[in-house]
C-alpha cells in the first residue's frame, strides 16, 4: 500500500482504468497538456495518446453533450469539470439528458459516463470558483452522486464510477488535493452507494463529506481530549443515500451534526436530517444541528471567506452545545 | 520588521518566479503598492505590498524561482542578512504587529477585529507550512486554526439553543429518546427535571430518574395496583443479626411513628368491620378508562377506590369525623389519607378534597403525592389534613388486614387483593372478582351500624362505578 496524495489517487484510478478498458477515455479543459488544472491527470496525455485524452474548448455543454453522446455509443467517457461552478452552463446535459435518457428510451440505451468535478471553497478565489453543489445533482433521479474524502476512497469509488452503466457525478474538493493517506494498490474498488463509519464514538454522531470529513475528524480528535466521543460518518455516497450507518449512529448517540462545505438551505445536512427523523425520530435527544457554509456568495476577502466556510472550531462548538456543555 | 514571502498564485502553484522587483533595496513602500512581478504556472501578477517601510533586502533575486510562503524578500528591517524561512510563522506574525500582542485580545467574539487577526496568523501559518510541504498547498485547503464560531454554526447554535423555558401551562419539552425511554422505564415524566434547553427534559435524565427509580422500586407503595401479585418485588433481604440481639436505633420519624400508633390503638377502642365487594364492573371500568386516555392519565383501582371513599363521606359526616378531647368535631372538607409503606418509615400523604375532583385528578395527583413521599420531597402540607385513611396491601396479595387508624381520623379502610373467585349469582357458580376491605373503627366516634352503612355505600360504589367517573 502506497501513501498518495489525493490526486495522485485519483490519477492512478484513471490510469488502471484506463489501461484495463479500452473504451475508457477522458475529456475536458486543460486536462492534456497542462495536466488538468489541479493535476489529476498528470502524464495521461503523454500515456495513452491525445485520442484517449482530449483537450477541449471552453465549452462546457459540449463537453457533457460529447461525452453522453459517447457514453451511448459504447464508450466509457470521464469528463472533466473545471469546477462544479462551470457546470451551470451544462446543467441541460446532465439532468434533461444524461440523468433521463436511459429512462425516456425505456432501458434500450444507457450512459456510462462520469463527471469529475471539484467544489469547495477557501482559496480566495471568489463566488464564481468557491461553491459546493452536489446536492443539485443529488436532487435527481438518475444520476449517482459521490464525494469521497479520503485517497483511498477517492480511487476505489472512481474505479467503481467508471465501471457504473449509469452517469456518475463523482464530486472532488480543490482543497482535498494534496491531503494524503495510504491507498490499495491495484484492484481497489469501492461501491458507491455504501457510507462508513470512519471513526467510532457513544456521545455524538457526526455527518460529513469530502473535505468536511477531514474538519469532522479533526474535530473529533480535539473533542475526545475534552472527553467527548464523537463517532464520524463519511457521507462519500450522497445518491443513492446510505442513511444505514447514520441511523444506527443516532440509534447510539441519539445526537447528530451534519457538516457540509455548500450553504445549509435545502442541503444535504436538511436531507440527512429529514430521513433521521423519519427513521430515528424516537431516539434523537436534540435537534439536528446542520453546520454549512454561510448563505452568502463565497466571499472573496480572505477573512470573510474564513469564516464563512465550517471549520473544526464550528463542529466543536457545535457539539458541545448539543451535550449542554456550553 | 515584516518577511515578504512567496504567495500562493493559483491552486497549482508550488513555486514562483521573480520577473521582476518594482521597488529597489532601500525605497519606502507603502502597504498596497505594487512590490514585485511574480510568474505562476498559470499568469504573471503583480503583487502588493502587505506592510509599509523600507525595502530593506531583497533574498531572492530577479530571474529566481522560490517555494510557496519562503521569504523573498524584507521590509522595514536593518538589512541585515535574514535567517532562513524555518522560523515559525507565528512569531513572524508577531514582530510584524509588535503593538498588537495576540494574548491580550479581550473577548474575542465580541470584536470584530479578533476574526481579521485570526486569519492574519493563519495565514501566515499557510504560508508556513505550504514552505515546510514543499511547496504542497496545506492539506485541507488552509489551516483550520479559526477558533471563534464562524458563520457556519451560527445558525445551527441558535437552532439547537433556541427554546426558552415553558411558560406556564406550555407542554413540557421532552425529546424523542426520553420519551421513548420514559415510557420503557415507566420513568413518570412529570417528575423529572429537564436539562436541556428551555428545560428539556433529556435522554441522561430520563436515564438517571429511571436508575433511581429501579433503586426505590424495593420500597414498593403500598397505594399502587391492586392485582394481586402485581407487585412482588425483589425484597431486599435485611442482613441477619450477626450478635444474639441487634440493637436497632430508630429514626425521628420512626419514634414518632410507634408513638403516634401506640397511641391511636391504645386510647382509640378499635372495632373492625370487613366486607367483600365485586370488583367486576370496577376492573372493566378502570380497563375501559385506561384504553380511553393517554398512558399518562391512567387511573389505578386505588384511585377508584379513593373516590369511592370521598363520594361515601360525603353521606356520612360522622364518619369524617375526629374524637377530640371528650367531643366529635365533623369535618366539612375530605381529605383521603394514603399509606405508603417505605423499609424504614411509614407516610401518609394527603389527597384533598378528593369527593370534589374528578377521577383523572385523583389519579395524577395521588401518583404525585406518593412519588413525592418515596423521593423525600413531600412537603409538611403534603402530609396535613388527612379526614380519612386507606391502607392498601393488594398488590402484596394480602387476603385482608386490619389497620390501625391515623390519628386525627375515627376510620381506616384496609384493602386485600382482588381475587377470581367462584361466586354464585342467580343460583349459579360463576367466576367473579372479589376484593375484601376491613374498616377500623374508632368508637368514640361512630358505631356498627353507621360503619356497616357506611361500608355499604362505597361497595355499592364500587360494584356500580359509573358513579365515580360522574
Known amino acids: 500500500m502506497a501513501v498518495l496524495a489525493m490526486r495522485d489517487a485519483l490519477n492512478q484510478a484513471l490510469r488502471e482504468e484506463m489501461k484495463r478498458d479500452e473504451s475508457v477515455f477522458l475529456l475536458g479543459e486543460d486536462i492534456g497538456l497542462y495536466d488538468g488544472s489541479f493535476k489529476v491527470t498528470r502524464g495521461l496525455m503523454k500515456e495513452f495518446g491525445e485520442k484517449r485524452v482530449l483537450d477541449t474548448p471552453i465549452a462546457e455543454e459540449i463537453i457533457i453533450g460529447t461525452a453522453i453522446g459517447a457514453a451511448m455509443s459504447g464508450l466509457r467517457p470521464v469528463a472533466e469539470m473545471m469546477t462544479v461552478n462551470f457546470i451551470m452552463v451544462a446543467m441541460d446535459q446532465v439532468v434533461n439528458a444524461a440523468a433521463h435518457i436511459r429512462y425516456m428510451f425505456g432501458g434500450g440505451t444507457k450512459v ?32 449517482k452522486v459521490v464525494a469521497p474524502g479520503t485517497p483511498a476512497d477517492a480511487k476505489g469509488m472512481l474505479k467503481s464510477a467508471i465501471r457504473d452503466d449509469n452517469p456518475v457525478m463523482f464530486i472532488e474538493n480543490e482543497g482535498t488535493y494534496a491531503i494524503k493517506g495510504e491507498v490499495p494498490d491495484g484492484e481497489h474498488l469501492v461501491p458507491l452507494d455504501k457510507n462508513e463509519v470512519k471513526r467510532p464514538g457513544d456521545d455524538i454522531t457526526i455527518c460529513a463529506h469530502s473535505r468536511m470529513l477531514i474538519v469532522a475528524m479533526d474535530a473529533a480528535t480535539e473533542l475526545e481530549k475534552e472527553g467527548i466521543s464523537a463517532e464520524v460518518v463519511d457521507m462519500r455516497a450522497l445518491r443513492p443515500l446510505d442513511m444505514a450507518p447514520v441511523v444506527e449512529s443516532v440509534k447510539k448517540t441519539s445526537r447528530l451534526i ?69 | 520588521m515584516a518577511n515578504v514571502q512567496m ?8 513555486t514562483g518566479k521573480i520577473l521582476r522587483w518594482l521597488k529597489k533595496e532601500g525605497e519606502e513602500v507603502k502597504k498596497g503598492e505594487p512590490l514585485v512581478e511574480i510568474e505562476s504556472d498559470k499568469a504573471n501578477i503583480e503583487v502588493e505590498a502587505y506592510a509599509s517601510g523600507k525595502l530593506s533586502k531583497i533574498v531572492v533575486p530577479e530571474g529566481e524561482s522560490a517555494p510557496i510562503g519562503a521569504v523573498i524578500a ?73 477558533t471563534e464560531v464562524g458563520a457556519a454554526a451560527q ?28 415510557e420503557e422505564h415507566g420513568v413518570d415524566l412529570r417528575q423529572v427535571q429537564g436539562s436541556g434547553p428551555g428545560g428539556r427534559i433529556t435522554k441522561e435524565d430520563v436515564e438517571a430518574a429511571a436508575q433511581q427509580g429501579g433503586q426505590r422500586q424495593a420500597a414498593a407503595p403500598v397505594a399502587a395496583a391492586t392485582a394481586p401479585g402485581a407487585a412482588r418485588e425483589e425484597r ?30 391504645f386510647s382509640a377502642p378499635h372495632f373492625y368491620v370487613t366486607s367483600e365487594i365485586a370488583m367486576d364492573d370496577a376492573v372493566r371500568l378502570r380497563q375501559m378508562f385506561n384504553e380511553a386516555v393517554d398512558k399518562s392519565e391512567a387511573i389505578s383501582i386505588n384511585d377508584l377506590i379513593i373516590k369511592a371513599i370521598a363520594l361515601a363521606l360525603t353521606k356520612f359526616p360522622e364518619v369524617n369525623a375526629s374524637w377530640a378531647d371528650g367531643r ?27 369527593d370534589q375532583k374528578p377521577l383523572k385528578d385523583i389519579a395524577q395527583e395521588s401518583k404525585q403525592l406518593i412519588e413525592r413521599a418515596r423521593t423525600n420531597k413531600a412537603s409538611a402540607q403534603d402530609y396535613m389534613g388527612n379526614t380519612f385513611t386507606i391502607s392498601n396491601l393488594g398488590m402484596y396479595d394480602v387476603d385482608q388486614f386490619t389497620a390501625i387508624i391515623n390519628p386525627p381520623d375515627s376510620g381506616i379502610l384496609a384493602i386485600g387483593s382482588i381475587e377470581d373467585k367462584a361466586v354464585v349469582k342467580d343460583g349459579q357458580v360463576v367466576p367473579g372478582k372479589r376484593m375484601r376491605v376491613t374498616l377500623s373503627v374508632d368508637h368514640r366516634v361512630f358505631y356498627g351500624v353507621t360503619a356497616a352503612q357506611f361500608l355499604q355505600e362505597v361497595k355499592r360504589l364500587l360494584q356500580s362505578p359509573m358513579a365515580l367517573v360522574l
Open chain 2, 7 to 14: 504567495p500562493r498564485l493559483s491552486d497549482s502553484m508550488e
Open chain 2, 236 to 265: 431486599q433481604p435485611t442482613p441477619r443479626p450477626k450478635e444474639e440481639v441487634e440493637v436497632v436505633e430508630l429514626s425521628k420519624m420512626q419514634t414518632t411513628i410507634a408513638m403516634r400508633l401506640a397511641q391511636s390503638k
Open chain 1, 258 to 326: 451534519t457538516v457540509e462545505e455548500g450553504w445549509r438551505s435545502y442541503g444535504v445536512g436538511s436531507e440527512i436530517a429529514s430521513r433521521v427523523y423519519e427513521e430515528a425520530f424516537d431516539y434523537l435527544d436534540a435537534p439536528v444541528a446542520r453546520i454549512a457554509a454561510a448563505e452568502v456568495p463565497a466571499p472573496y476577502n480572505k477573512r470573510l471567506e474564513k469564516i464563512a466556510f465550517p471549520g473544526k472550531a464550528d463542529v466543536i462548538v457545535t457539539a458541545k452545545a448539543l451535550l449542554g456543555k456550553n
Open chain 2, 328 to 354: 366529635i368535631e365533623r369535618k366539612r372538607d375530605i381529605n383521603i389519607g394514603i399509606a405508603v409503606g417505605l423499609p424504614d418509615r411509614l407516610i401518609v400523604p394527603v389527597l384533598r378534597s378528593a
Open chain 1, 112 to 143: 456510462p459516463l462520469v463527471i469529475r468535478t471539484p467544489g469547495g471553497g477557501g482559496h480566495q478565489l471568489g463566488a464564481q470558483h468557491s461553491h459546493s453543489h452536489e446536492n443539485w445533482f443529488a436532487h435527481v433521479p438518475g444520476l
Open chain 2, 74 to 146: 524584507e521590509i522595514g528591517g536593518d538589512g541585515e542578512a535574514t535567517p532562513k524561512a524555518e522560523k515559525p510563522a507565528e512569531s513572524k506574525g508577531k514582530a510584524e504587529k509588535p503593538a498588537e500582542p495576540q494574548g491580550q485580545a479581550p473577548a474575542a467574539a465580541t470584536r470584530p477585529e479578533a476574526h481579521v487577526e485570526q486569519a492574519d496568523k493563519a495565514m501566515a501559518k499557510t504560508a508556513q507550512q505550504a514552505a515546510d510541504s514543499g511547496g504542497e498547498q496545506y492539506p485541507h485547503g488552509g489551516p483550520d486554526d479559526r
Open chain 2, 155 to 182: 445558525a445551527a447554535l441558535s437552532a439547537i439553543r433556541r427554546p426558552a423555558a415553558p411558560e406556564n401551562g406550555e407542554r413540557q419539552r421532552v425529546s424523542p429518546v426520553a420519551r421513548r425511554l420514559a
